[in-house]
């Protein structure tokens, strides 16, 4: 019985998660005529693609045995970065390759310090956190970044609002979902990650190289982030250099409701994109229940809560 309980929480308990979430906000009759609509499940879509993507990159660093708390800093200034070149007037692939870029350093950065000198992820990146933030407030000058339009401007959005189509951005991070599968599962460097992940001393035993491994997850991850950046961007059509605050606790979140484990060594893509729509459910409902801010905060904080006591469950249901 409890090893059937322990299968159907790693297997099936993201999408019962989703599918309680939804119902319970499809019910009650201040949600019941919009909240099944396409026109709310697309809002609810474009509302997952920053988390989602996000969430990408934290997966290969929680499945890794890591955890990056800077991720809602470095979206800030990668962001601030783009609309700064925007501004100058670069065109949509050179702004793309740099902010991607950037995100890059910040996560090779962050790599470098954890896996080269053998410190505490939790420690560099909640260092970094505040680095990056700061250096976003600077770039700014401590104001948002505007600029009088770019075509990345509709990456996050429809022409005609009343349009069935999905905005572009949802479809990259469905096509990114489905790669980054791809790499963990069917790629030497997936197995490598998961390795790493499950023991890092059996994996150095086993001539896996993990200080550059380490490296080359967080800078990978940093990309990711990078990429959540520049859709913010879009999102908010100019650069905020305090957006995103609070932002890795959603992404984080994400990842550990889809099934990883904090030990790290076990994750799926599929279990984070599930995660991100759950907290897009998650906020979207509590908008339409007209529910304050801060109670909104109080059910994200619980529900991190409960998906770190479901992995604990998960991994030991025994409880010994």
């Known amino acids: 019985m409890k090893a059937t309980l322990k299968t159907i929480l790693a297997k099936g308990g993201p999408f019962l998660g989703l599918v309680l979430v939804i119902a319970f906000f499809a019910l009650p009759a201040e949600t019941r005529e919009f909240f ?148 963990l599962r069917n790629t030497v460097f997936g197995r490598h990650v998961f390795a790493l992940g499950s023991n890092e001393a059996t994996a150095r035993l086993c001539g896996i190289p993990t200080v550059r491994l380490k490296v080359l997850i967080y800078a990978l991850a940093g990309c990711f982030f990078g990429l959540a950046g520049l859709f913010q961007l879009s999102r908010l059509r100019q650069g905020d250099p305090t957006v995103a605050v609070g932002l890795e606790l959603d992404i984080i979140a994400s990842v550990i409701i889809g099934g990883a484990s904090l030990n790290g060594g076990v994750g799926t893509v599929l279990g984070s994109m599930i995660g991100a729509l759950i907290m897009a459910v998650l906020r979207n409902g509590s908008q339409q229940m007209g529910w304050p801010t801060y109670f909104q905060e109080i059910i994200i904080g619980l529900v991190i809560i409960v998906a770190v006591f479901v992995d604990r469950l998960r991994r030991n249901p025994a409880g010994s």
């Open 36 to 183: 099944l609509t396409y026109n709310n499940f697309k809002i609810i879509l474009t509302q997952t693609v920053i988390v989602a993507i996000g969430a990408l990159g934290m997966t290969l660093i929680i499945v890794s045995g890591g955890i990056d708390l800077s991720v809602g800093s470095a979206v800030a200034l990668t962001s601030v970065v783009g609309a700064m070149l925007i501004q100058r007037g670069w065109g949509p692939a050179p702004v793309l390759a740099v902010v991607i870029l950037s995100g890059g350093v910040i996560g090779l950065l962050n790599g470098l310090a954890i896996a080269g000198l053998r410190m505490t992820p939790f420690i560099i990146t909640l260092g970094t956190l505040g680095v990056a933030r700061g250096t976003a407030k600077w770039l700014a000058d401590n104001q948002t970044v505007n600029y009088d339009g770019s075509p990345i401007n509709g990456w996050m959005t429809t022409a005609d609002p009343f349009s069935r189509a999905l905005p572009d951005g949802v479809w990259v991070a469905i096509g990114l979902a489905a790669l980054t599968s791809l790499l």
